[in-house]
Structure formats: C-alpha cells, structure tokens
C-alpha cells in the first residue's frame, strides 16, 4: 500500500486568515477596553467598535488587493525581462541554467543536455529561470480580490468576538470582563489552529497570541484610565 504524501498547499489563503483574524481580535479588543475605562455607557463602545471594524476591514482589505495587485506587477515585469534576456542574451541565460543544475550536483553532460532542451521551448526557459534564477511563481490571477476579500472579511469576523461581551451589559466593566473571557478563549483557539496549520508548536503559538492580545488591551486601558481619571 502507498503512502500518500499530504502537504499544505493554503498558505496564501492561511496566510490572510491569519493577518485579519489577528488584527481583528486584538484591535477592537484594545479599544474597547480602553473605552471601558474611560466612558460610562456600553454603546457608545459598541458604536465606536463597529466603526472601527468598518475602517479596519476597509483599510486592511485594501492594503491585501494592493498587496496582492503589486506581486502580480512585479512577477509580470520580472517575466517581461526574462523574455527579453533570454532573446538577446541566450549565452548567458544558457549559462545561468547550467549553474542551477551545477550547483544540483549534476554534470556538465546533463548539464549541456538539460539546457538544450530548454533553449528549445522559450516559454518553458523563461518559467524556469523565473522559478529557479529569481524564486518567483506566478501569482493567481483572482489572488489580489480574494486576499483582500478574505482579510478583511476575517478582520470583521474577529472584531466582532470582543464587541459581542458588551451586547449583554450596560455597565462598561462587566462588559470588559465578558469580553475577555470570550476573547481570551477565542486567542487561544486561534493561535492554537494558526500553528497546527503552519507546522508550529501549537501550545506555543496559542499562548504567544493570547499575551500579544492581553499586553495590548492592558496597555488600551491603562492609557485610558491614565488620561481620564
């Protein structure tokens, strides 16, 4: 019976989940909590929570599709000087195959035999020498909209959990303490699942987010109470 080989091939969309989720979590979180410690009612916490969920996911979505926009220039630009280098320069291109495949292990026969096949199929030249010359792979066409959709649909997903503890209260306090119960569990949670699915430590990677999350409200509220009180 063959053994299957599994390998993780989501890191983009991961990768996504991860940059809006966390800012999600944390953010909304941090200013909620300094409110707590400077306004009397909960919904003026709830409204400038959502508001910040809207500026948030907007800005951070927009960052992902320029992101995602400026790999998909770049990549194109790289492969628009790869087709002129390989026309006018092909000697040295030729020569540049031969040191990926020198540096491989391989001999000057196979050397010489691999890039003749090559030199054959320009397009195929070209993909090679942007994969293995410059390390780039050629980006999804849709990566730039689904990663700005993505991240910031998971910043809006994590800005809600810690708003949702000041639903059930009008006292601020009481708010902040449901909310970090529900944060805190959800920051383990998240990390937990964040790690698993990079190949990290995953009791590690739940702990390290759970304090980055902690140190950032305690230090939204103290700063809060410091210019209030």
């Not at 639903?167 to 708010?175: K, R």
């Not at 009791?203 to 902690?214: P, Q, R, S, Y």
Request: contains cysteine.
């Amino acid at each position: 019976m063959e053994k299957e080989e599994k390998h993780f091939t989501s890191s983009g969309l991961v990768r996504d989940v991860v940059i809006g989720m966390s800012d999600g979590l944390t953010v909304p979180f941090a200013l909620a909590a300094g409110l707590s410690g400077a306004v009397n009612d909960t919904h003026i916490i709830i409204a400038a929570g959502i508001a910040e969920i809207a500026a948030g996911s907007i800005a951070m979505g927009l960052g992902g599709y320029m992101a995602g926009k400026t790999e998909m220039q770049h990549y194109e630009n790289e492969y628009r000087r790869e087709l002129w280098e390989v026309d006018y320069w092909p000697d040295k291109e030729k020569q540049e195959v031969k040191e990926v495949f020198k540096n491989m292990g391989l001999d000057e026969q196979s050397q010489n035999m691999i890039v003749d096949r090559l030199s054959q199929d320009k397009n195929m030249w070209v993909d090679f020498m942007m994969r293995f010359e410059l390390g780039l792979e050629k980006p999804d066409k849709n990566r730039a909209t689904l990663s700005g959709i993505t991240i910031a649909g998971a910043y809006i997903a994590g800005g809600i959990i810690p708003l949702s503890g000041y639903f059930f209260t009008d006292i601020p306090l009481y708010g902040l303490a449901i909310s970090s119960c529900i944060t805190a569990v959800c920051l383990l949670i998240f990390g937990y699942m964040k790690s698993k699915l990079t190949g990290q430590n995953p009791i590690k990677g739940a702990v390290n987010v759970l304090i980055i999350g902690g140190v950032a409200s305690l230090a939204a509220y103290a700063l809060a109470k410091l210019f209030t009180d």
